[in-house]
Protein backbone atom coordinates (compact mmCIF):
# COMPACT_ATOMS: atom_id res chain seq x y z
CA UNK A 1 0.00 0.00 0.00
CA UNK A 2 2.95 2.98 0.71
CA UNK A 3 5.15 2.02 -2.11
CA UNK A 4 1.95 2.02 -4.77
CA UNK A 5 0.61 5.33 -3.06
CA UNK A 6 4.52 6.96 -3.31
CA UNK A 7 4.65 5.58 -6.68
CA UNK A 8 1.81 7.12 -7.81
CA UNK A 9 2.63 10.06 -6.53
CA UNK A 10 5.75 10.14 -7.85
CA UNK A 11 3.79 9.35 -11.03
CA UNK A 12 1.45 12.43 -10.67
CA UNK A 13 4.65 14.53 -10.25
CA UNK A 14 6.39 13.92 -13.40
CA UNK A 15 3.54 14.40 -15.51
CA UNK A 16 3.12 18.20 -13.13
CA UNK A 17 6.60 18.61 -14.09
CA UNK A 18 6.10 18.17 -17.95
CA UNK A 19 2.81 20.45 -18.09
CA UNK A 20 4.71 22.61 -15.82
CA UNK A 21 8.42 23.32 -16.32
CA UNK A 22 8.28 21.98 -20.21
CA UNK A 23 6.91 24.50 -23.40
CA UNK A 24 4.02 22.78 -22.85
CA UNK A 25 3.38 25.23 -20.16
CA UNK A 26 2.21 28.10 -22.27
CA UNK A 27 -0.76 26.24 -23.22
CA UNK A 28 -1.33 24.12 -19.99
CA UNK A 29 -1.38 27.17 -17.53
CA UNK A 30 -4.15 29.13 -19.25
CA UNK A 31 -6.29 26.18 -20.13
CA UNK A 32 -5.85 25.27 -16.72
CA UNK A 33 -6.71 28.66 -15.47
CA UNK A 34 -10.19 28.77 -18.14
CA UNK A 35 -11.29 25.36 -17.12
CA UNK A 36 -11.29 26.41 -12.92
CA UNK A 37 -13.07 30.05 -13.56
CA UNK A 38 -15.61 27.99 -16.01
CA UNK A 39 -16.54 25.11 -13.39
CA UNK A 40 -16.95 27.88 -10.34
CA UNK A 41 -18.96 29.34 -12.91
CA UNK A 42 -21.43 26.44 -13.13
CA UNK A 43 -21.03 26.17 -9.49
CA UNK A 44 -21.89 29.90 -8.80
CA UNK A 45 -25.17 30.04 -11.15
CA UNK A 46 -26.64 27.82 -8.49
CA UNK A 47 -29.01 28.88 -5.79
CA UNK A 48 -27.20 30.56 -3.26
CA UNK A 49 -28.10 29.15 -0.10
CA UNK A 50 -29.46 31.41 2.86
CA UNK A 51 -26.72 32.95 5.35
CA UNK A 52 -26.39 31.27 8.18
CA UNK A 53 -25.43 32.66 11.94
CA UNK A 54 -26.38 29.41 13.80
CA UNK A 55 -22.75 27.96 13.83
CA UNK A 56 -20.50 31.41 15.04
CA UNK A 57 -20.62 30.72 18.88
CA UNK A 58 -19.54 26.69 18.34
CA UNK A 59 -17.09 26.74 15.22
CA UNK A 60 -14.04 28.58 14.08
CA UNK A 61 -12.35 27.93 10.67
CA UNK A 62 -8.72 28.42 10.95
CA UNK A 63 -6.65 28.92 7.46
CA UNK A 64 -2.96 28.42 7.07
CA UNK A 65 -1.53 30.77 4.19
CA UNK A 66 1.79 31.61 2.65
CA UNK A 67 2.56 33.68 -0.39
CA UNK A 68 -0.91 33.43 -1.66
CA UNK A 69 -2.92 36.63 -0.90
CA UNK A 70 -5.32 36.42 -3.41
CA UNK A 71 -6.11 32.76 -2.70
CA UNK A 72 -6.69 32.83 0.71
CA UNK A 73 -8.78 35.98 0.28
CA UNK A 74 -11.16 33.77 -2.61
CA UNK A 75 -11.64 31.00 0.20
CA UNK A 76 -12.45 33.59 2.96
CA UNK A 77 -14.82 35.47 0.14
CA UNK A 78 -16.61 31.84 -0.47
CA UNK A 79 -17.02 31.51 3.48
CA UNK A 80 -18.53 34.65 3.68
CA UNK A 81 -21.35 34.39 1.55
CA UNK A 82 -22.95 31.42 3.27
CA UNK A 83 -21.61 32.28 6.94
CA UNK A 84 -21.32 35.63 7.25
CA UNK A 85 -20.12 36.26 10.73
CA UNK A 86 -18.37 32.56 11.24
CA UNK A 87 -15.54 33.41 13.51
CA UNK A 88 -11.87 33.11 10.63
CA UNK A 89 -8.04 32.98 12.16
CA UNK A 90 -5.89 33.02 9.11
CA UNK A 91 -2.54 32.84 10.23
CA UNK A 92 0.31 34.12 7.84
CA UNK A 93 3.92 33.59 7.56
CA UNK A 94 4.29 35.43 4.15
CA UNK A 95 6.85 37.73 3.28
CA UNK A 96 4.06 40.64 3.52
CA UNK A 97 1.00 39.76 5.52
CA UNK A 98 -1.80 41.15 3.98
CA UNK A 99 -4.94 41.20 6.95
CA UNK A 100 -8.40 40.37 5.39
CA UNK A 101 -11.14 42.81 7.07
CA UNK A 102 -13.14 40.90 9.34
CA UNK A 103 -10.53 37.85 9.94
CA UNK A 104 -8.45 37.76 12.94
CA UNK A 105 -4.88 37.35 11.54
CA UNK A 106 -1.77 35.88 13.01
CA UNK A 107 1.70 37.10 11.94
CA UNK A 108 4.09 34.97 12.15
CA UNK A 109 8.09 35.16 10.78
CA UNK A 110 8.66 34.51 7.09
CA UNK A 111 8.11 30.91 5.86
CA UNK A 112 8.44 29.62 9.13
CA UNK A 113 6.00 26.80 8.14
CA UNK A 114 2.76 25.43 7.83
CA UNK A 115 3.24 23.11 11.32
CA UNK A 116 3.83 26.27 13.46
CA UNK A 117 1.07 27.75 11.63
CA UNK A 118 -1.50 25.27 12.44
CA UNK A 119 -0.27 25.14 15.80
CA UNK A 120 -0.53 29.11 16.28
CA UNK A 121 -4.31 28.85 14.51
CA UNK A 122 -5.35 26.16 17.15
CA UNK A 123 -4.18 28.11 19.92
CA UNK A 124 -6.26 31.15 18.95
CA UNK A 125 -9.23 29.42 18.61
CA UNK A 126 -11.82 29.34 21.62
CA UNK A 127 -14.96 27.56 20.36
CA UNK A 128 -15.49 24.17 21.26
CA UNK A 129 -14.91 23.00 17.29
CA UNK A 130 -12.22 23.91 14.47
CA UNK A 131 -12.34 23.56 10.69
CA UNK A 132 -9.06 22.89 9.23
CA UNK A 133 -8.42 24.47 5.97
CA UNK A 134 -5.49 25.07 3.61
CA UNK A 135 -6.03 28.41 2.16
CA UNK A 136 -6.91 26.75 -1.79
CA UNK A 137 -9.83 25.36 -0.81
CA UNK A 138 -13.38 27.52 -2.30
CA UNK A 139 -16.68 26.70 -0.70
CA UNK A 140 -18.98 25.53 -3.01
CA UNK A 141 -22.68 26.41 -2.94
CA UNK A 142 -22.86 22.72 -1.44
CA UNK A 143 -20.67 23.39 1.07
CA UNK A 144 -22.84 22.80 4.23
CA UNK A 145 -20.59 22.96 7.48
CA UNK A 146 -23.99 22.62 10.21
CA UNK A 147 -25.01 18.75 9.35
CA UNK A 148 -20.87 17.49 9.61
CA UNK A 149 -20.87 19.76 13.00
CA UNK A 150 -24.11 18.18 14.22
CA UNK A 151 -23.06 14.67 13.85
CA UNK A 152 -20.02 15.41 15.27
CA UNK A 153 -21.40 16.50 18.28
CA UNK A 154 -23.46 13.77 18.71
CA UNK A 155 -20.94 11.33 18.23
CA UNK A 156 -18.73 11.47 21.71
CA UNK A 157 -16.55 8.49 19.96
CA UNK A 158 -15.33 10.57 16.86
CA UNK A 159 -12.93 13.88 17.16
CA UNK A 160 -12.40 14.47 13.58
CA UNK A 161 -14.79 14.29 10.82
CA UNK A 162 -13.19 15.00 7.72
CA UNK A 163 -15.23 16.10 4.15
CA UNK A 164 -14.87 15.54 0.34
CA UNK A 165 -12.49 17.77 -1.69
CA UNK A 166 -12.97 17.80 -5.04
CA UNK A 167 -9.88 19.24 -7.36
CA UNK A 168 -10.28 21.88 -9.94
CA UNK A 169 -10.12 21.41 -12.82
CA UNK A 170 -9.70 17.97 -12.82
CA UNK A 171 -13.03 17.55 -11.09
CA UNK A 172 -11.24 14.49 -9.06
CA UNK A 173 -12.19 13.18 -5.56
CA UNK A 174 -10.54 13.01 -2.87
CA UNK A 175 -11.96 10.25 -1.08
CA UNK A 176 -10.75 7.95 1.84
CA UNK A 177 -7.62 6.40 1.64
CA UNK A 178 -5.58 9.85 1.12
CA UNK A 179 -2.54 8.02 0.93
CA UNK A 180 -0.63 6.37 3.89
CA UNK A 181 0.71 6.88 7.17
CA UNK A 182 3.84 6.38 8.61
CA UNK A 183 4.44 2.35 10.19
CA UNK A 184 3.45 2.81 13.93
CA UNK A 185 2.73 0.12 16.78
CA UNK A 186 -0.41 2.60 17.93
CA UNK A 187 -3.58 0.89 17.58
CA UNK A 188 -6.58 2.64 16.81
CA UNK A 189 -9.22 3.00 19.65
CA UNK A 190 -12.08 2.36 16.84
CA UNK A 191 -11.21 -0.14 14.12
CA UNK A 192 -10.21 1.32 10.93
CA UNK A 193 -12.16 0.50 8.28
CA UNK A 194 -15.33 0.15 10.50
CA UNK A 195 -18.47 2.68 11.09
CA UNK A 196 -19.59 5.06 13.86
CA UNK A 197 -23.17 6.37 12.82
CA UNK A 198 -22.30 5.50 9.11
CA UNK A 199 -19.51 7.11 8.97
CA UNK A 200 -15.95 5.75 8.01
CA UNK A 201 -13.87 5.21 10.45
CA UNK A 202 -10.03 6.38 8.82
CA UNK A 203 -6.70 6.78 10.08
CA UNK A 204 -6.23 9.89 7.92
CA UNK A 205 -8.06 12.28 6.37
CA UNK A 206 -7.70 15.46 3.77
CA UNK A 207 -6.63 18.65 5.66
CA UNK A 208 -9.84 19.20 5.41
CA UNK A 209 -12.11 18.44 8.39
CA UNK A 210 -14.11 19.59 11.51
CA UNK A 211 -12.38 18.26 14.79
CA UNK A 212 -13.14 18.98 18.71
CA UNK A 213 -10.78 21.54 19.50
CA UNK A 214 -9.98 20.26 22.99
CA UNK A 215 -9.02 16.94 20.89
CA UNK A 216 -6.88 18.27 18.62
CA UNK A 217 -4.67 20.16 21.18
CA UNK A 218 -3.97 16.23 22.74
CA UNK A 219 -2.04 15.53 19.09
CA UNK A 220 -1.24 19.27 17.68
CA UNK A 221 1.77 19.85 15.00
CA UNK A 222 5.47 19.86 15.18
CA UNK A 223 6.98 22.93 14.24
CA UNK A 224 10.17 21.46 13.48
CA UNK A 225 7.76 20.67 10.24
CA UNK A 226 8.27 23.23 7.89
CA UNK A 227 6.41 21.29 4.45
CA UNK A 228 5.37 17.88 4.89
CA UNK A 229 2.62 17.93 7.99
CA UNK A 230 0.32 15.69 6.97
CA UNK A 231 1.28 12.14 7.38
CA UNK A 232 3.14 12.89 10.65
CA UNK A 233 0.06 14.30 12.11
CA UNK A 234 -2.10 11.43 11.72
CA UNK A 235 0.21 8.70 12.78
CA UNK A 236 0.47 10.89 15.66
CA UNK A 237 -3.44 10.80 15.95
CA UNK A 238 -3.36 7.47 15.94
CA UNK A 239 -4.59 5.80 19.03
CA UNK A 240 -5.47 8.70 20.46
CA UNK A 241 -7.96 10.58 18.40
CA UNK A 242 -10.92 8.75 16.63
CA UNK A 243 -11.12 10.24 12.69
CA UNK A 244 -14.26 9.64 10.17
CA UNK A 245 -15.30 10.77 6.99
CA UNK A 246 -18.51 12.42 5.88
CA UNK A 247 -19.07 12.21 2.30
CA UNK A 248 -21.24 15.05 2.71
CA UNK A 249 -19.31 18.07 3.61
CA UNK A 250 -17.87 19.15 0.42
CA UNK A 251 -15.34 22.02 -0.99
CA UNK A 252 -13.48 23.06 -3.75
CA UNK A 253 -9.34 22.35 -4.09
CA UNK A 254 -7.87 24.68 -6.67
CA UNK A 255 -3.94 24.38 -6.37
CA UNK A 256 -1.77 26.74 -8.40
CA UNK A 257 1.01 24.67 -9.68
CA UNK A 258 2.25 27.18 -12.14
CA UNK A 259 3.09 29.63 -9.61
CA UNK A 260 6.98 29.58 -9.70
CA UNK A 261 8.01 31.58 -6.72
CA UNK A 262 5.25 29.44 -4.28
CA UNK A 263 6.53 25.96 -5.37
CA UNK A 264 9.72 27.03 -5.05
CA UNK A 265 8.62 27.09 -1.71
CA UNK A 266 6.22 24.62 -1.62
CA UNK A 267 8.38 21.40 -2.66
CA UNK A 268 11.79 22.57 -0.57
CA UNK A 269 11.19 19.13 1.15
CA UNK A 270 14.57 18.16 1.93
CA UNK A 271 14.53 19.15 5.99
CA UNK A 272 11.47 17.65 6.47
CA UNK A 273 12.60 14.36 4.64
CA UNK A 274 15.56 14.56 7.09
CA UNK A 275 13.42 14.84 9.77
CA UNK A 276 11.03 12.00 9.31
CA UNK A 277 13.09 9.54 8.25
CA UNK A 278 15.10 9.94 11.24
CA UNK A 279 11.61 9.74 13.45
CA UNK A 280 10.17 7.29 12.08
CA UNK A 281 13.06 5.38 11.61
CA UNK A 282 12.53 4.27 7.79
CA UNK A 283 14.54 3.24 4.91
CA UNK A 284 11.97 4.32 2.79
CA UNK A 285 11.10 7.91 1.33
CA UNK A 286 8.63 9.35 3.92
CA UNK A 287 5.06 10.63 2.51
CA UNK A 288 4.73 13.55 0.28
CA UNK A 289 3.66 16.90 1.24
CA UNK A 290 -0.43 16.66 0.74
CA UNK A 291 -2.09 19.19 -0.07
Not at 170 to 179: N, S, T
Not at 253 to 282: E, G, K, V
Amino acid sequence: MYSKAVNGWRLKQAIKRVLVETPLRAVASPLHDLLRAAELAVDHARPRPAPDTSLDDRLTAMIKTFERPAIVARLVESIRERYPSLPIVVVDDSREPRPIAGVETVVLPFDGGVSAGRQAGLDRVRTPYILVLDDDFIFSRATDLAPTLNRLARQPAIDILGGLLVDLPLLRHRRPPVGPIFPTTAQPLVAIGSRVDGLLVCDKVTNFYIARTDRLRLVGWDAALRRIDHADFFTRALGVLVTAFDPDLKAFHAQTPFDRAYMSHRMNLQHDRAILAARWQRRREPPHAHR
